[in-house]
């Protein structure tokens, strides 16, 4: 099964920073690979599919970029709103798997 | 509007069973895979099983599999999840989601259904 390793687990950032948050795929993945925010007490929103396909209505301060084992999620300038946790998710067939969060809080 | 309601949580003993139940609205059932994922309190999110619009394909988590088994009825617009043999490490936030297609991610969550796994 494929593992995903998402880095890093935590960080603390100020509003207007650049964020980067990392998965490294165990084996290729192409780029079935998509990006989910999550804040307290809601269920997951989807960022971005397809590696770097922004999901409609997600602004464009976000995005993704990578293929086969590297990926990477962007922010170009955090927002207050933008605090919570994210998690990618490799969608290349079954069993999928998330990786273990980033929670991104306020420095 | 998509809607994706789970039912069937509960409190059970180690060694119990449930079966959670998922109803759908809004879209054409059929038409898309679906799949569980869970959430421990104050943890991660987790994969458990997804099955395609047929139920030809089926696949689950490490964690889960010979334990767990997935089925929907197309003609009921219903997702299931047969849990059996719980271990207290199950206990979680049980989400259905819908893929938005073959080889795609979720693009709608249900709020989940609660499972304790406590004796």
Known sequence: DIQMTQSPSAMSASVGDRVTITCRASQG???????????????????????????????????????????TLTISSLQPEDFATYY???????????????????? | EVQLVESGGGVVRPGGSLRLSCAASGFTFDDYPLS?????????????????????TIGYADSVKGRFTISR????????????S??????????????????????????????????
């Open chain 2, 36 to 56: 569980w994922v869970r959430q421990a309190p104050g943890k991660g999110l987790e994969w458990v099983s997804g099955i395609n619009w047929n139920g030809g």
């Open chain 1, 88 to 107: 990618c998710l490799q969608h290349n067939g079954y069993p999928r798997t998330f990786g273990q969060g980033t929670k991104v809080e306020i420095k």
């Open chain 1, 29 to 71: 993945i192409a780029n079935y690979l998509a990006w989910f925010q999550q804040k307290p007490g809601k269920v997951p929103k989807r960022l971005i599919y397809a590696a770097s396909t922004l999901q409609s209505g997600v602004p464009s301060r976000f995005s993704g970029s990578g293929s086969g084992t590297e990926f």
């Open chain 2, 73 to 84: 009825d197309n003609a009921k617009n219903s997702l299931y999840l047969q849990m059996n």
């Open chain 2, 86 to 119: 719980l271990r207290a490490e199950d206990t979680a936030l049980y989400h259905c989601v819908r893929d938005s297609g073959t080889y795609s991610p979720p693009d709608y969550w249900g709020q989940g259904t609660l499972v304790t796994v406590s004796s």
